[in-house]
């Protein structure tokens, strides 16, 4: 692993354990045994660090999402291994969630690409409900702005599950991913058609 590498996976595991406002460069060079200006020749600031990180997390959300449009046929089962590995990934880079308003106000181009996420992911998850219409799993009856609604619930819980178990259950780990995920999931509940909703329980609450 080259030390630029090196200097994210640190930094990211000091910023998860103690948060954006307390760890400097110095502190992150400090726990790699390296001087700051070997980590300043990889990045000048603290905030270009926290921003490649936050650039791998979108990448990374981008290849689930890409992976999951290009599938003709989307199932249950396909459903939940495509909110587990968002879940996961969501708690690898916890410290982001936790202060992402900070952050945004902080790093003004985290806050300027993440609207223009927001806009992107609502046509991607618009498609893919027709998509779940398609297959049968997704009622067709629903109307439009109320699926646009549905698309904002996403954002709303995926964006800031973290928060709340920090603030309220503050569960760890695979107890904490598995806990949101099925908060997360029910919410399509309603939507499902008869036949799915019956499959719903034996399929994603497991």
């Known amino acids: 692993m080259d030390t630029k590498e090196r200097i994210l996976q640190v930094a ?14 110095r502190h992150i060079a400090a726990e790699m045994g390296i001087s700051p200006g070997n980590l300043h020749y990889h990045f000048k600031q603290t905030d270009e660090i926290i921003k ?12 689930i999402v890409k992976g999951l ?23 690898k880079n916890r410290f982001i969630f936790l202060h992402f308003v900070e952050i945004g106000l902080r790093i003004p ?17 618009l498609l893919l409900f027709e998509k779940l ?52 999931i029910h919410m399509f509940y309603p939507y499902l058609t008869t036949e799915t909703q019956r499959r719903f329980m034996e399929v994603i609450v497991k």
């Open 12 to 25: 990211l595991e000091l910023y998860n354990s103690q948060g954006v406002n307390t760890i400097t460069s």
């Open 52 to 63: 490649s990180l936050y650039d791998r997390l979108a990448l990374d959300f981008d290849a």
């Open 109 to 125: 181009a985290i806050k300027k690409e993440y609207a223009a996420l927001t806009k992107r992911r609502e046509k991607e998850f």
């Open 133 to 184: 219409q398609t297959a049968g799993l997704l009622r067709t009856d629903i109307p439009k702005e109320v699926l646009q609604s549905l698309v904002t619930q996403i954002f709303i819980v995926a964006d800031f599950w973290l928060s709340n178990n920090e603030l309220t259950v503050r569960l760890k780990g695979n107890k904490a991913i598995d806990h949101y995920r099925h908060v997360f």
């Open 69 to 91: 449009g290009t599938l003709d046929l989307i199932d249950l089962d396909t459903m939940k291994e495509y909110v587990d590995q968002s879940f996961a990934l969501a708690y």
